[in-house]
């Protein structure tokens, strides 16, 4: 919107038809005819303000120190976890503790390092809940993992999750209050490295909630870009879950 002052000085340079420097000139009709009568303004008026150079070396710098003194931060923060488990935590929970937080872990960290920073609502050996704002957009995400799946027929794997009453209540509660709801899956391996990540959006959560199942059943085959949900009637009929997803 246009402010008194801004049209006020229009109205000086159209009546004292004056040359202001990137803002008004008087054109004479043989400049106007040197330009084959285009009154185009950028042919008369010159508005170009040259932009200040970027030294890349410098921020190639300053991203190099922010990385180094992240490293740093994540490398604390392993420190203190560690801290925690050994001397707050302990006893016959310890070895189970132990799984359920390096998986937890994974999923922590591919979030963090995608830019979103969780918080942990609820905590436990056998599930996580967590909130998260991405894109201005606030996202719940309920983690269960499984640390070994069954191999099956044409080199699938599959994995099957647990739902307790309990998990089943608070999952459709979450729905009723309107929350964008995932469910993470993390499929544990034996090689604990090799452990796979699937991500349930709301509406495949809907669909298996009004079919009464109290549990998942997640199959892949390695090198496939999709999980299969089972939902009865065999593989072919399974939803497909994409790989990729984050939440």
């Known amino acids: 919107m246009r402010k008194a002052y801004h049209i006020q000085y229009i109205l000086d340079a159209y009546f004292e038809r004056k040359d202001i420097d990137k803002f008004a000139h008087v ?146 509660q979450f729905i009723s209050e309107g929350r964008n709801l995932s469910i993470g899956l993390v499929c544990g391996t034996k090689g604990l490295n090799d452990s796979e990540f699937a991500v349930l959006h709301c509406d495949e959560i809907c669909l298996l909630l009004n079919s009464g199942k109290k549990s998942i059943t997640i199959s892949r085959i390695k090198g496939e870009k999709a999980f299969r949900l089972s939902i009865g009637g065999g593989r072919d009929n399974a939803i497909k879950i994409p790989s990729n997803r984050l939440y």
Request: charged content about 30%; some cysteine.
């Open 27 to 172: 054109v004479r009709y043989e400049e106007i005819k040197a330009n084959d009568c285009n009154l185009n303004i950028p042919r008369y008026v010159d508005t170009f303000e040259e932009e200040e150079l970027i030294d890349i070396e410098e921020v190639q710098y300053k991203i190099a120190q922010i990385k180094a003194e992240l490293g740093e931060v994540e490398e604390q923060m392993d420190r203190y976890l560690d801290w925690i488990i050994t001397f707050l935590l302990g006893g016959q929970i310890m070895s189970k503790l132990k799984t359920a937080d390096f998986y937890y872990g994974a999923v922590l960290s591919t979030l963090f390092n995608n830019g979103i920073t969780p918080m942990l609502i609820e905590g436990g050996t056998n599930r996580q809940v967590y909130d998260f704002i991405t894109d201005s957009t606030e996202f719940r995400l309920f983690v269960k993992y499984r640390s070994s799946g069954r191999d099956g027929e044409n080199g699938y794997k599959s994995w099957q999750f647990v739902f307790s009453s309990n998990d089943i209540a608070e999952i459709k």
